[in-house]
Structures are given as structure tokens and as C-alpha cells.
């Protein structure tokens, strides 16, 4: 009995191995066949993805072509565009060019028609100035009234010198066409001679100026001043006094060339164009931050202005000496500048002509 019970349960058992393997087999074959679904539909997706990514390629070639056709309509239609301005250009200079022509053809006719009436002002012209010349000639010869003081053989120097002085200017105003110029000369009004100084017993230097501006005042040793007529800047004569009053302007030299000197004694200083410290900073009446700028230069001693170094004042051979000319100035104290390089070689600058007032001619004898 217990024999056939083990039977029984020997064969309950190998039956459900049967079912289990059997089951195993299937989820198996179910298994593989789900593989092989998953597999076909992964390669049919790779497929999709490739035709797409081939489309698209397609697509962007399409695109790139048409952007291509595009661009070079536009190219042409931009080289049509430059061929037609080109072609408005040249017809424009062409016709510039002949308006040119016909311009030029008109002044030369106009020319041929002015010339002999400009020749005749020009002729004219140089007439005036050859009358104010042969004035000159004769009024130069009173200047030696205001030489006082000096011996007869300095004086005849001194007027060669000014003699000198207006030749050349009159030689550069006729190189340079300035027909204007031929007509700046001095005259015994130009000259006073209560400025005159012809003293050489100075001591270097002395304080100058009013209580609130004293300055180093350096005497012009070795120099004979012929005093200038000032009645041009009014009759208050404080700024010209050296009393200490409060409207005293300080004492500053101007180094020149010889045939300034008429043009300066007419029309006084002016801006030059040589400004090398035109961007130094100095600093205004008002304590403000100002740059040189153009300006007129000035030195508070001889010896700055009649270096060879600078080349202001060069002396220049008249019979057996050498002379060179400066003029010794008044300056208004509130106008003048100076920055820290300035200060250095005694430099000084002054904006405008207003503020200077020449008063007298300095003849500097070169030993």
C-alpha cells in the first residue's frame, strides 16, 4: 500500500515536471518570438529613422541649392546695379569734368579780360609802397633825434640798423606778394624818446610791481632803448609807471626778427605759430586749469630771448657790428601764464595782444 502511494506520488510528480517543462517551453518560445517581434520592430524603426535623416539631407540640399540660385540672382542683380552706378559715376565725372573745362576756358577768358586792369592795381600798388618807401627814407633820419645820449658813430649804427630792418621787410613783403605790407613803416610819430635808455651802470635786478604782484625785474644790461610813442593806449599811465601803484603792468622781453620790428611797432605782438608748450598746463587769474595754447612767448630775461638755442633775436651784421633786436613790454600781471617747464628756462605766455603794450626798442650790440 505504502509501495503505491510512493508510485502515485512519483508520477504526480514527474507529470508536473511535464507541465513545468512544458510551460518553460513556451514562456521560452514566447520569449523568442517576442525578441524577434521587438527586433523587427527596432530595425523597422531604424529604417524610418534612416529614410528620415535621408529626407532631411535631401531637404537641406534643396535648400542649400536654393539659397545658392538665390544668392547668385542677387549677385547679379547687385553687379547690374554697381554696373549702372558705374556707369552714372563716369557720366557724372564726365560731365564735371566738362563743366571743369568750361569753368577753367571762362576764368582764363575773365583772366585775359582782368589781367590788364590787375596789373594796373598791382603797378599801383607798388607805387604806394615805393612813395611810402622814399617817405620812410626821409623820416627814418629824424629817428636819430630820439638816439639821446649816444655818440654820432652809434647813432649812424643804429639808423643802418632800422635802415636794415625795413629792407628786409620790405624784400619779404615783395617775396611773399603782401603788398599790403610795403606800406609799414616807421616814422618820427612811431617814437618817444622820454622811454629812450642808453644807461649801462645797472645793477642785475631789482623787486618790481604793485604790493600784491612783486616780480624780479632783470635789467636789460648792454642794450640802448629808443622809447615808443604810447599815447595810443590812453592817457591813464599807470600801467607804464614803476611807482608800486596797483595797475602797474610787469616788465617782460619779446626777442624778433629784424623785419618784424616795423609791423610790431604798427599793429603790436601777436600770436606766433611755433607754440612747443601750446599743451602745458598752467593755470588761469583764477586758479583754473588752462593749456598754454597759442599764445604770445615771452622771457623776463635778455639772455632767453638772444640765445642762439631758440633763435628769437638773431643778431645781424650791420657795417662791423652785430645787433639784435628786442622789445621791452608791459604785460598785464592777470593775463600772464607760466607752467612748470615754463618756469624752468624762464618762459612766459600771454593770450592776447590787448594785454601787451610795447613801449620801447632794444638794440642788443653782440660783443
Known amino acids: 500500500m505504502e509501495e503505491e502511494k510512493i508510485r502515485e506520488r512519483k508520477l504526480k510528480i514527474e507529470e508536473e515536471n511535464k507541465v513545468w517543462i512544458e510551460q518553460e517551453k513556451n ?14 520592430r527596432r530595425q523597422i524603426e531604424q529604417e524610418k529613422i534612416r529614410k528620415l535623416q535621408i529626407r532631411k539631407q535631401q531637404f537641406e540640399e534643396e535648400n542649400r541649392q536654393i539659397k545658392e540660385q538665390r544668392w547668385i540672382q542677387q549677385e547679379k542683380i547687385r553687379q547690374e546695379k554697381l554696373k549702372i552706378e558705374e556707369a552714372n ?8 569734368i566738362r563743366q571743369e573745362q568750361n569753368n577753367i576756358e571762362q576764368k582764363q577768358k575773365e583772366r585775359r579780360i582782368q589781367k590788364p586792369e590787375e596789373e594796373r592795381i598791382k603797378q599801383q600798388t607798388q607805387l604806394i609802397g615805393l612813395k611810402n618807401y622814399l617817405q620812410q627814407q626821409l623820416q627814418i633820419c629824424n629817428v636819430k633825434q630820439n638816439i639821446e645820449g649816444s655818440n654820432p658813430d652809434d647813432q649812424k649804427e643804429y639808423i643802418a640798423y632800422f635802415n636794415k630792418a625795413r629792407d628786409d621787410a620790405l624784400l619779404k613783403a615783395n617775396q611773399n606778394k603782401e603788398y599790403n605790407n610795403l606800406k609799414v613803416t616807421l616814422s618820427i610819430d612811431d617814437f618817444n624818446p622820454k622811454y ?8 642785475e635786478k631789482e623787486q618790481k610791481g604793485s604790493p600784491y604782484g ?17 599815447e595810443k593806449y590812453g592817457k591813464n599811465q599807470d600801467w607804464i609807471q614803476m611807482d608800486g601803484n596797483s595797475e602797474e603792468w610787469r616788465i617782460l622781453y619779446h626777442g624778433t626778427k629784424n623785419f618784424c620790428v616795423n609791423s610790431i611797432v604798427k599793429n603790436n605782438l601777436k600770436p606766433g605759430k611755433n607754440n612747443g608748450y601750446k599743451d602745458h598746463d598752467c ?44 622789445f621791452m613790454t608791459r604785460v598785464n600781471p592777470k593775463k600772464i601764464r607760466q607752467s612748470i617747464s615754463m618756469q624752468q628756462i624762464n618762459y612766459f605766455v600771454v593770450n592776447e595782444s590787448k594785454d601787451v ?5 632794444l638794440l642788443h650790440e653782440k660783443k
Open 214 to 230: 612783486r616780480y624780479d625785474y632783470y635789467f636789460p644790461k648792454g642794450c640802448q632803448g629808443l622809447g615808443l610813442n604810447v
Open 89 to 96: 559715376r563716369l557720366k557724372i565725372e564726365q560731365e564735371n
Open 27 to 40: 514562456r521560452k518560445e514566447e520569449e523568442r518570438e517576442l525578441y524577434i517581434e521587438e527586433e523587427k
Open 283 to 326: 593755470k588761469n587769474e583764477f586758479g583754473e586749469p588752462q593749456k598754454a595754447g597759442i599764445r604770445i612767448y615771452f622771457s623776463d630775461k635778455i639772455n632767453v630771448c638772444l640765445s642762439p638755442q631758440y633763435g628769437y633775436a638773431p643778431h645781424i651784421q650791420v657795417g662791423e657790428k652785430q645787433f639784435a633786436v628786442l
Open 357 to 361: 603794450r610795447p613801449y620801447r626798442i
Open 196 to 203: 629812450n635808455m642808453n644807461r649801462d651802470d645797472f645793477c
